[in-house]
């Protein structure tokens, strides 16, 4: 089954406190990307990547780092965490020679940071 | 102005009209458009795709496009109450020849009274 997979599902965490929220997809995919979705603002792209090792900053990209060493995972790396941080985070995967075409989404994280 | 704009809602209908969603945006080069749906908590789903000016029909779904106007919308037929969700516009906005992001606006609150 295509899919996109996000870990772990829901995390409460400590100002400061270092965390990864994972992301793999198994559809072969070269662009991925994460969001994340705040009340009233809709979707915001945090990071994005072409392909391995190609990454790119989104619209909101402080306070987050990615990594792209394989094709099927995007890991969304939050170094300092903040309480600004707090927001439900989506990845998502499309295949790169039909970007315009749909985006697979992940289950989603929803963070919290206190 | 925002890339993709929406009226945020929410927007309430009774049972079995048609709701009509609408989304405008502002890059005149874009050629894809997109409606996600999305149940609260959970990540979005497509539900329509339109790729040139005119109507395109899927079941109870009727996406519409008009390019000069830079507007897209969706009407739903025979609201059900299992419809109500926030339905996100997205635009596929060009980068180079062959790269693209897809920009989403903040969605539509739909709510379909029994």
């Known amino acids: 089954e295509a899919q996109v997979t996000q870990n772990p599902r829901y995390l409460i965490t400590v100002t400061g406190k270092k965390l990864t929220v994972t992301c793999s997809q198994n559809?072969?995919?070269?662009?991925m990307s994460w969001y994340r979705q705040d009340p009233g603002l809709g979707l915001r792209q945090i990071y994005y990547?072409?392909?391995?090792?190609?990454?790119d900053k989104g619209d909101v990209p402080e306070g987050y780092k990615v990594s792209r060493k394989e094709k099927r995972n995007f890991p969304l790396i939050l170094e300092s965490p903040s309480p600004n941080q707090t927001s439900l985070y989506f990845c998502?995967?499309?295949?790169?020679?039909?970007?315009?075409?749909?985006?697979?989404f992940g289950q989603g994280t929803r963070l919290t940071v206190v | 102005q925002k890339e993709v704009e929406q009226n945020s809602g929410p927007l309430s209908v009774p049972e079995g009209a048609i709701a009509s969603l609408n989304c405008t945006y502002s890059?005149?080069?874009?050629?894809?458009f997109f409606w996600y749906r999305q149940y609260s908590g959970k990540s979005p789903e497509l539900i329509m795709s339109?790729?040139?000016?005119g109507d395109k029909e899927d079941g109870r779904f009727t996406a519409q496009l008009n390019k000069a106007s830079q507007y897209v919308s969706l009407l739903i037929r025979d609201s059900q109450p299992s419809d109500s969700a926030t339905y996100l516009c997205?635009?596929?906005?060009?980068?180079?020849?062959?790269?693209?992001?897809?920009?989403f606006g903040q969605g539509t609150t739909l709510q379909v009274k029994p």
């Open positions: 990547s072409m392909n391995v090792e190609v990454t």
């Open positions: 997205a635009v596929n906005i060009i980068i180079t020849s062959n790269t693209g992001k897809l920009i």
């Open positions: 339109i790729y040139s000016n």
């Open positions: 559809m072969n995919h070269e662009y």
């Open positions: 890059d005149r080069v874009s050629q894809s």
């Open positions: 998502a995967s499309t295949p790169r020679d039909r970007v315009n075409t749909e985006a697979f």
